[in-house]
């Protein structure tokens, strides 16, 4: 990196610092975590390509005190998850953007994640079919190594076959990516949750279909979920070693 890439550099740091100092102040640890690593990581950087030796030193303690912020979040998450404690609550608001299946999961998503489990009642229309779609893209893509996917929903009978169509149209596709779909079928489905062998289970309130209906077809939003307005809904995150108990 050149002296020329300095400034970019330095405006994605402190834009990337700030969102997790945000993260931070309202209890969201784990997405605070991501952006505190991704954040020195580039101050790193940053300071490896500095010359004034003045500007070093500053760069210096704030990399010192960000890093210590990251590693008291970290002992913080890791004691809750010891003692089973840990929960956290994101609230969507009403459309609210920004909360693609990316943002939303990516935090919880590691190197060993293997097999995951959705239980959903509502993959059944046409968007929600594309909603779990997207889903399964987001898994491909992440850094993890997923080889299972395990779906629950209920049955539409009304809809000529297609429900069941598209999804053995999607488990053939994911097993070309070596990735298997087992997809069962329950009358009595009533609750969402999302679960991950990592330990790391996310309840939505409306499932995977808390984004709204595009305005049109050319819409921003139709394409990036990042972009799509929600419904209000809440998200609440636990780990394995807390739901035990319940």
């Known amino acids: 990196m050149t002296q020329n890439h300095l400034p970019g550099m330095e405006s994605s740091a402190i834009s990337v610092l700030k969102r997790a100092v945000e993260l931070d102040q309202s209890g969201r640890f784990i997405e605070s975590l991501v952006c505190y690593q991704e954040g020195i990581q580039l101050l790193i950087d940053i300071l490896k390509a500095m010359n004034d030796e003045s500007k070093r030193g500053h760069y210096r303690e704030k990399i010192k005190g960000?890093?210590?912020?990251?590693e008291q979040i970290k002992a913080h998450v890791n004691k809750a998850k010891e003692d089973a404690k840990y929960h956290e609550q994101v609230k969507i608001a009403e459309d609210a953007t920004g909360y693609s299946y990316e943002v939303v999961f990516k935090p919880y998503i590691s190197d060993a994640l293997k097999e995951v489990w959705v239980e959903d009642p509502y993959i059944r229309h046409t968007h929600q079919l594309y909603n779990f779609l997207r889903?399964?893209?987001m898994l491909l893509k992440a850094p993890c190594k997923v080889k299972t996917i395990h779906l629950?929903?209920?049955?539409?009978?009304?809809d000529g076959g297609q429900q069941k169509s598209a999804l053995a149209e999607l488990k053939h596709s994911l097993s070309a990516q070596g990735i298997n779909l087992d997809i069962?079928?329950?009358s009595t489905i009533h609750d969402r949750e999302i679960r991950f062998d990592n330990g790391w289970i996310i309840k939505i309130g409306r499932g995977l279909d808390y984004f709204k209906r595009p305005k049109g077809r050319f819409s921003?939003?139709?394409c990036d979920y990042d972009l799509r307005e929600c419904h209000e809904t809440t998200v609440d995150i636990f780990h394995t070693e807390h739901?035990?108990?319940l």
């Open 184 to 186: 069962q079928y329950s």
């Open 220 to 222: 921003v939003g139709y």
């Open 243 to 245: 739901t035990k108990t």
């Open 66 to 70: 960000y890093m210590d912020r990251a």
């Open 135 to 137: 889903f399964c893209e």
């Open 152 to 158: 629950l929903t209920s049955s539409e009978e009304s």
